[in-house]
């Protein structure tokens, strides 16, 4: 792999950029690996990546229908936080958090992880509470938080209206160190270094039918013909219903669509992530000074990639209460993902009812920020063929037994 670094910009720029090595190689599928990742997003990335640097299996492919990153891991708002309730996914949630401190380093990409800190508004007495209640949750599992007042909350972010109209700001639930990351990057950069280690990531190319002898998966149909593999993931976010059913089993999902849109490019405002739960909307300011905006999910299940209108007109009237100062500015571009959605609003990673299947999905509205950990758990699945200690809980049997991790305060609606 040909290192970035200030010496190679340097020396690309003295001889007119001529001399870039394509990042990721665009091979033909070979008929068999060792293993099959279909879906290259950023978990199924991950998972590759992990996947050759701790075990080093590198004999992969990642099987993307799309372009890699076209999917939620090219659309989401890239909120990256583990302020979450339940200690499995404080666990999952914090390593990833973690990883993305060095991601840059480690893969040699810049994914512009900027630690800008994340507040989530209570704007009722409930959410004080519940707030509240996550902090000291947080200090018991090592995740830096604290629980801040409405004064602070204005010094961080002084464009918030605190005082109203219908939900003035109590507080906020403030994690210094969350923030934001490039999602393009975070794909670009996972494919990169697969690449480097010999991996395949091939691109356009359909999983139509997951093939099986005796119960166990032995390989996949695609587009470009049958690819043989000793072990099989399925990592499609919002389609792992449809490769679930191409597998012969069931999941408890449901996929809907999720919508964001962002504002004309403005002078920096605002240095931190706001959620505001109750009025539903949240905004952060991209580096190239665009105010990205995060609405709610559709109210009923669909594969639309869009999202409806009136989530628009929701959100945004939701964030001018909040952020008085938007209502003068210019809305240039919305689009929508496909999320996969759980009942517990918490991921699904473990082993399926096909044998030499594992699954990794269910990471819903919230899922870019626990690329890092969730590469990490789903690669110690598979290399192990049982989940590891940061995926334990979150295997497909707790809906059959009823051991939820119920995250629908952290992350129903929010990210
Ligand atoms: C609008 C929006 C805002 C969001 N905001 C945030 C946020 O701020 N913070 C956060 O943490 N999370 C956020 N999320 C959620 C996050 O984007 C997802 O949880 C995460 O990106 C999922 O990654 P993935 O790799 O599992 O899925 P994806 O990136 O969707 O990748 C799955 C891939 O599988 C491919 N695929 C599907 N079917 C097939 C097939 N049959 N054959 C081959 N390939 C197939 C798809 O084309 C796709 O590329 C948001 C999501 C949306 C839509």
Same mark, same amino acid.
């Given at each position: 792999?040909?290192r970035?670094?200030?010496? @190679?910009v340097?020396?690309?720029?003295?001889?007119?950029?001529? *001399?870039?090595?394509?990042?990721?190689? #665009?091979?033909?599928?070979?008929?068999?690996?060792?293993?099959?990742?279909?879906?290259?997003?950023?978990?199924?990335?991950?998972?590759?990546?992990?996947?050759?640097?701790?075990? /080093?299996?590198?004999?992969?492919?990642?099987?993307e229908?799309?372009?890699?990153?076209?999917?939620?891991?090219?659309?989401?708002?890239?909120?990256?936080?583990?302020?979450?309730?339940?200690?499995? #996914? &404080?666990?999952?949630?914090?390593?990833?958090?973690?990883?993305?401190?060095?991601?840059?380093?480690?893969?040699?990409?810049?994914?512009?992880?900027?630690?800008?800190?994340?507040?989530?508004?209570?704007?009722?007495h %409930?959410?004080?509470?519940?707030?509240?209640?996550? &902090?000291? &949750?947080?200090?018991?599992?090592?995740?830096?938080?604290?629980?801040?007042?409405?004064?602070?909350?204005?010094?961080?972010?002084?464009?918030?209206?605190?005082?109203?109209?219908?939900?003035?700001?109590l507080?906020?639930?403030?994690?210094?160190r969350?923030?934001?990351? $490039?999602?393009?990057? !975070?794909?670009?950069?996972?494919?990169?270094?697969?690449?480097?280690?010999?991996?395949?990531?091939?691109?356009?190319?359909?999983?139509?039918?997951? $093939?099986?002898?005796?119960?166990?998966?032995?390989?996949?149909?695609?587009?470009?013909?049958?690819?043989?593999?000793? +072990?099989?993931?399925?990592?499609? &976010?919002?389609?792992?219903?449809?490769?679930?059913?191409?597998?012969?089993?069931?999941?408890?999902?449901?996929?809907?669509?999720?919508?964001?849109?962002?504002?004309?490019p403005?002078?920096?405002?605002?240095?931190?992530?706001?959620?505001?739960?109750? !009025? %539903?909307?949240?905004?952060?300011q991209?580096?190239?000074?665009?105010m990205?905006?995060?609405?709610?999910?559709?109210?009923?299940?669909?594969?639309?990639?869009?999202?409806?209108? %009136?989530?628009?007109?929701?959100?945004? $009237?939701?964030?001018?209460?909040?952020?008085?100062?938007?209502s003068?500015?210019?809305?240039?571009?919305?689009?929508?993902?496909?999320?996969? !959605?759980?009942?517990?609003?918490?991921?699904?990673i473990?082993?399926?009812?096909? /044998?030499?299947?594992?699954?990794?999905?269910?990471? /819903?509205?919230?899922?870019? +920020?626990?690329?890092? *950990?969730?590469?990490?758990?789903?690669?110690?699945?598979?290399?192990?063929?049982?989940?590891?200690?940061?995926?334990?809980?979150?295997?497909?049997?707790?809906? $059959?037994?009823?051991?939820?991790?119920?995250e629908?305060?952290? @992350?129903?609606?929010? %990210?």
């Amino acid at each position: 792999m040909q290192r970035y670094s200030v010496f @190679a910009v340097a020396r690309e720029a003295l001889r007119h950029h001529t *001399g870039w090595d394509r990042a990721w190689r #665009s091979p033909a599928p070979k008929a068999k690996y060792d293993v099959v990742i279909v879906g290259a997003g950023g978990h199924g990335l991950a998972t590759a990546y992990w996947l050759g640097k701790k075990y /080093g299996i590198r004999n992969v492919a990642v099987i993307e229908k799309g372009w890699l990153g076209g999917g939620n891991t090219g659309r989401n708002t890239t909120i990256i936080r583990s302020n979450y309730l339940q200690d499995p #996914s &404080a666990a999952i949630y914090e390593k990833a958090r973690s990883l993305y401190e060095t991601i840059s380093q480690d893969i040699n990409y810049n994914v512009m992880f900027s630690p800008r800190g994340v507040m989530m508004l209570a704007q009722t007495h %409930h959410e004080v509470r519940g707030y509240k209640r996550t &902090a000291q &949750a947080n200090a018991l599992q090592g995740v830096q938080t604290e629980f801040i007042g409405p004064g602070r909350v204005k010094d961080l972010c002084p464009i918030l209206n605190i005082d109203g109209p219908r939900y003035p700001v109590l507080g906020a639930l403030w994690q210094a160190r969350g923030g934001t990351a $490039r999602h393009d990057a !975070v794909a670009w950069g996972y494919a990169r270094a697969c690449s480097a280690m010999g991996m395949d990531i091939v691109q356009q190319c359909e999983v139509t039918a997951v $093939r099986q002898v005796g119960g166990r998966a032995i390989g996949v149909t695609t587009t470009k013909g049958d690819i043989d593999c000793d +072990k099989l993931a399925l990592v499609v &976010a919002g389609h792992s219903g449809v490769l679930a059913e191409m597998a012969g089993f069931r999941l408890p999902i449901e996929s809907v669509a999720l919508q964001a849109l962002v504002s004309e490019p403005i002078k920096p405002c605002m240095d931190v992530v706001v959620m505001a739960n109750t !009025v %539903h909307g949240y905004m952060s300011q991209s580096d190239k000074g665009e105010m990205v905006i995060g609405g709610g999910t559709d109210g009923f299940n669909n594969y639309t990639q869009r999202g409806s209108f %009136h989530h628009i007109e929701e959100t945004v $009237r939701a964030l001018i209460e909040t952020f008085p100062m938007i209502s003068r500015l210019k809305m240039l571009r919305q689009w929508g993902g496909i999320v996969d !959605v759980t009942g517990d609003r918490s991921p699904i990673i473990g082993t399926t009812p096909l /044998g030499n299947c594992f699954i990794n999905c269910g990471w /819903g509205t919230g899922g870019f +920020k626990a690329i890092p *950990g969730s590469g990490w758990a789903t690669a110690d699945l598979i290399a192990r063929g049982e989940p590891g200690p940061l995926a334990a809980a979150f295997t497909l049997d707790r809906f $059959r037994e009823g051991r939820f991790i119920d995250e629908s305060v952290a @992350a129903g609606v929010a %990210h």
